[in-house]
């Protein structure tokens, strides 16, 4: 190693005595033989590392064939070939706050774009998101409601100061309502998703919007396309779990957000906040992966009652109980290191998650993939 400087060492990692020469291959030794101690741990360190780099780089090359499989499957793919029949549901700028957060909560769902009608032709302010509000709702709750055990989540949000001092077109702002038209490419309205828009609008030739898609329903039909393509599903077959890992998809076990069984909900949902996430996993005491948070559980409990002094787990059943069927039936949906690509997008496409954990025998978490990353390894 010295003699050929293939690896630069710190001289206090070598001991040996000033008249030996460096040799590895001295194989026995007596009282009066010259030895030479060699510590090669930081050698295997950087060899380590360029290894994982190495591997990386192959995983990327993998990546890539993928991606051009995923992007020939859409090819001349329009956005029109999508289900477009649902109606729009849009929020009125002139409505308050208080109104919007009643009407996207009686329709069951989470935002939706808000339209000023007076300007012309009409625009858009952005979306009103129940997501953005959770915090506004906890800190609420903590300051006037803390010692109350049953009460109504969306009069605590109605009262909060963010909510009572700003018009509707402020708070949606802050996210903005992107729209695709139903000519274009569907390989358009997957990138819109992949830079993180929930929610995109589809217009017709007239600049008219005719339906909202979300990036679960997008999902679930681009997959029926996907499942019946022959060479791609090959290659989602030979792809791992641990492959897309290794290539940097998802987030790693050192990203993953957790906390345990017994944290109060409020603090939980100070974490979502506080990282931006709106997944969490909870934990058992041997750190197994036992239930899992959404934002439909933030929706579910603006929409119902539920002391957020509850553990977490308690607070899950309770608001749950108005949850879709699969909600109950996948409290947590996993999968391993050794599970095919294929897997995933069929456990994304069968429980309607928008995550999935991925953890090892024991249950325990090793990181996550999620709808998002599904997104963004077609549209990169």
């Excluded at 499942?227 to 990203?255: C, I, P, R």
Aim: glycine letters at 4%; proline letters at 3%; aromatic letters at 8%.
């Amino acid at each position: 190693v010295a003699q050929h400087n293939l690896f630069k060492y710190n001289t206090t990692s070598i001991l040996y005595n000033t008249t030996s020469i460096l040799s590895l291959n001295t194989k026995q030794t007596t009282q009066n033989t010259k030895y030479t101690v060699l510590n090669l741990s930081p050698l295997f360190q950087s060899l380590r590392k360029s290894l994982s780099f190495l591997l990386a780089q192959h995983k990327m090359a993998d990546l890539k064939k993928l991606q051009a499989l995923f992007k020939a499957s859409l090819q001349g793919v329009k956005v029109a070939s999508l289900d477009l029949s649902r109606e729009p549901f849009v929020l009125s700028a002139e409505l308050t706050p208080q109104e919007a957060l009643k009407l996207i909560s009686e329709r069951h769902v989470r935002s939706a774009p808000v339209v000023n009608s007076k300007t012309n032709p009409p625009t858009f302010a952005g979306v009103f998101d129940m997501r953005d509000f959770a915090k506004h709702a906890v800190d609420q709750y903590r300051k006037e409601h803390q010692s109350k055990s049953d009460v109504r989540a969306m009069s605590i949000l109605a009262m909060a100061p963010h909510i009572t001092t700003n018009s509707l077109s402020y708070l949606a702002a802050m996210r903005k309502f992107r729209t695709v038209k139903q000519d274009d490419d569907i390989l358009n309205l997957v990138k819109l998703f992949a830079e993180g828009s929930h929610v995109v609008g589809v217009l017709n030739d007239k600049g008219e919007l005719i339906t909202v898609l979300t990036q679960g329903t997008t999902f679930n039909q681009i997959y029926k396309v996907w499942h019946e393509n022959g060479a791609l599903q090959e290659a989602l077959n030979a792809t791992l779990v641990a492959d897309l890992q290794a290539a940097g998809v998802g987030a790693s076990k050192d990203k993953c957000v957790t906390t345990i069984e017994t944290t109060p909900a409020h603090t939980v949902f100070e974490l979502m906040e506080k990282h931006s996430l709106s997944s969490i996993g909870v934990l058992d005491e041997n750190g197994a992966l036992l239930q899992n948070t959404s934002a439909t559980d933030i929706q579910l409990w603006l929409q119902g009652a539920g002391s957020l002094e509850l553990d977490i787990v308690s607070f899950l059943q309770l608001i749950r109980k108005k949850a879709p069927a699969n909600k109950t039936k996948f409290p947590v949906s996993r999968v391993h290191g050794n599970d095919t690509f294929a897997k995933v997008l069929d456990r994304l496409e069968k429980t309607h998650y928008h995550i999935l954990w991925v953890s090892d025998e024991f249950s325990k978490p090793e990181g996550v993939l999620a709808l998002s990353d599904i997104y963004k390894i077609v549209s990169a």
